[in-house]
């Protein structure tokens, strides 16, 4: 177990790199799934279409087929991948030094991937607004917009919390595929690096890594557990 002291900057390192990825992809996410959310709800038919399509390809599809075409489809298109760089975010990635090759195709990915079930979650607490607020809304004069962000989004939001906050989590341990494709500095590719390249022994080495990942789910987990039980309380 000496490895968890000698090696604890390794360890250290690969944590604040993972975290990052997490951080930034689910940010990512909750935006891309909640336009995801507003088409699908849409009135108007291709606009529903083209949510129902997104969610129905990337919610069934591996998250392993979605890496693995970012990974290596995404740099094949050589020049044509530059839509990938955002000024704010170069600037964001220079700062926090994690301008890597791959680190942006892993982000690519688990934002496409993720947003599906973000989708899902939002919609399914926009389903538990009665229907007759919509329908007063509507009688009112609101459109459309004007009744998702007045009426139906501020109530669908304590419905959707707790099923978001399980999407995250996740979210964070999917993250651990990120270093099997080119992500380097991550804590599922410092544990390749320590058991294959260093020798150390895998079992204290996966103990670390695990310890890792706990730090990021288990205070989510139960912040979820807490603000369930206060939902439950307000019923």
């Known amino acids: 177990m000496s490895v968890l002291i000698d090696k604890f900057d390794v360890f250290a ?42 969610v129905n390809i990337f919610r069934n599809m591996p998250l392993t087929v979605v890496m693995f075409f970012a990974a290596f489809g995404l740099p094949a298109l050589g020049s044509n991948a530059d839509f990938l760089r ?16 791959y680190f942006r195709f892993a982000l690519v990915a688990l934002v496409l991937y993720t947003a599906a079930f973000v989708c899902e979650a939002l919609r399914s607490g926009v389903n538990a607004v009665p229907a007759g607020q919509a329908e007063a809304a509507r009688s ?9 962000r007045y009426v139906v989004l501020p109530q ?27 992500v ?10 320590l058991t294959s390249a260093e ?19 288990v205070p989510l987990g139960a912040l979820l557990d807490r603000i369930e039980k206060r939902q439950a309380v307000a019923r």
């Open 13 to 54: 390192g690969g944590f604040w790199l993972t975290l990052q990825i997490c951080v930034l992809a689910a940010v990512g996410a909750l935006i891309l799934g909640a336009v995801l959310a507003v088409l699908r709800i849409s009135p108007v038919p291709p606009l529903r279409a083209v949510g129902t399509g997104y």
């Open 86 to 101: 955002i000024p704010v975010l170069d600037s964001l990635f220079s700062r926090l030094g994690t301008d890597l090759p």
């Open 140 to 148: 009112l004069g609101l459109t459309f917009g004007q009744n998702l």
């Open 156 to 182: 669908s939001w304590k419905a959707s919390v707790v099923p978001l906050g399980s999407v995250i989590i996740a979210m964070i341990k999917n993250s651990a595929l990120v270093g099997f494709f080119g």
């Open 184 to 193: 380097v500095g991550d804590l599922s590719q410092t544990a390749d690096q």
């Open 199 to 217: 020798g150390y022994a895998f079992v204290p080495v996966a103990i670390g890594i695990s310890i890792g990942y706990l730090i990021m789910t």
